[in-house]
């Protein structure tokens, strides 16, 4: 099931869904990468990469929690540190297991949907991430991601899952790729869980806003010199109109 961001035909229903439980963002964050080690502290127009989006999340227009997930190692003090300095939860578990990170996270709260971002997206554009939550709601599903066929940029990249698919994911999934990377136990079991895949209107997935390597930090960072880190002047509609005046950027 793929659905655009601008169906108005699903959106119509929305306003009508109760807010009497809330969304979990869950940021996926460690400073333990192996491309690019402490990437996710590197600053750009001093601020690290994760209190930018940090701050951007903090505009998502529905009500949500949000809580960053980092590993239990000494080096991850200084992610805590940072996420603490935000007035923002953080919990700290298994560096390989990030599924059973999750899953703990999780425990002791009762959100009705969780919804996963990686630290490397600093630009993740909160107006996205209410459209999938919008989508999400609306379509019923177990599992919606913008990635299952990609016309986002890398960089925005958004899944949102049920909780209890989350807890069977992680009570079952067995190799280390499934438990590393959260959710391809679910999505590679789509007649088992409901899926929906969130596209845009114009095919975009070749396009690379992520930080994985100096040479992404450095292209963010030229971004964000021209458009500031600010949501409201950073925004996807204002990265694509850059790129389009920039063909040369696309991958």
């Given at each position: 099931?793929?659905?655009?961001?601008?169906?108005?035909?699903?959106?119509?229903?929305?306003n009508?869904?109760?807010?009497?439980?809330?969304?979990?963002?869950?940021?996926q964050?460690?400073?333990?990468?192996?491309?690019?080690?402490?990437?996710?502290?590197?600053?750009?127009?001093?601020?690290?990469?994760?209190?930018?989006?940090?701050?951007?999340?903090?505009?998502?227009?529905?009500?949500?929690?949000?809580?960053?997930?980092?590993?239990?190692?000494?080096?991850?003090?200084?992610?805590?540190?940072?996420?603490?300095?935000?007035?923002?939860?953080?919990?700290?578990?298994?560096?390989?297991?990030?599924?059973?990170?999750?899953?703990?996270?999780?425990?002791?709260?009762?959100?009705?949907a969780?919804?996963?971002?990686?630290?490397?997206?600093?630009?993740?554009?909160?107006?996205?991430?209410?459209?999938?939550?919008?989508?999400?709601?609306?379509?019923?599903?177990?599992?919606?991601?913008?990635?299952?066929?990609?016309?986002?940029?890398?960089?925005?990249?958004i899944?949102?899952?049920?909780?209890?698919?989350?807890?069977?994911?992680?009570?079952?999934?067995?190799?280390?790729?499934?438990?590393?990377?959260?959710?391809?136990?679910?999505?590679?079991?789509?007649?088992e869980?409901?899926?929906?895949?969130?596209?845009?209107?114009?095919?975009?997935?070749?396009?690379?806003?992520?930080?994985?390597?100096?040479?992404?930090?450095?292209?963010?960072?030229?971004?964000?010199?021209?458009?500031?880190?600010?949501?409201?002047?950073?925004?996807f509609?204002?990265?694509?109109?850059?790129?389009?005046?920039?063909?040369?950027?696309?991958?």
């Amino acid at each position: 099931m793929s659905a655009y961001w601008s169906d108005h035909n699903i959106f119509s229903s929305i306003n009508k869904r109760s807010f009497q439980t809330r969304p979990l963002i869950i940021v996926q964050a460690r400073l333990g990468s192996t491309r690019l080690p402490g990437k996710i502290l590197m600053e750009v127009e001093g601020k690290p990469l994760l209190q930018i989006l940090l701050e951007r999340l903090a505009y998502v227009e529905k009500p949500v929690d949000v809580l960053v997930a980092t590993t239990e190692l000494p080096r991850d003090d200084a992610t805590v540190a940072c996420v603490e300095g935000q007035r923002i939860p953080c919990f700290r578990g298994k560096e390989e297991d990030v599924l059973d990170r999750f899953c703990q996270a999780v425990k002791g709260k009762s959100p009705d949907a969780i919804v996963r971002i990686t630290a490397d997206c600093p630009l993740m554009d909160p107006w996205l991430v209410s459209r999938a939550l919008d989508l999400f709601y609306a379509l019923k599903v177990d599992y919606l991601s913008n990635t299952l066929h990609r016309t986002f940029p890398r960089g925005f990249d958004i899944e949102i899952f049920r909780p209890e698919v989350l807890n069977r994911a992680a009570s079952e999934a067995t190799t280390p790729y499934d438990r590393e990377h959260v959710t391809p136990y679910i999505v590679a079991r789509g007649n088992e869980f409901s899926q929906a895949n969130f596209i845009s209107p114009e095919d975009l997935g070749s396009w690379r806003i992520t930080v994985d390597t100096s040479e992404d930090f450095s292209f963010v960072k030229k971004i964000v010199s021209i458009l500031g880190s600010s949501p409201n002047t950073c925004s996807f509609t204002k990265v694509k109109e850059l790129f389009l005046q920039h063909p040369e950027w696309a991958v």
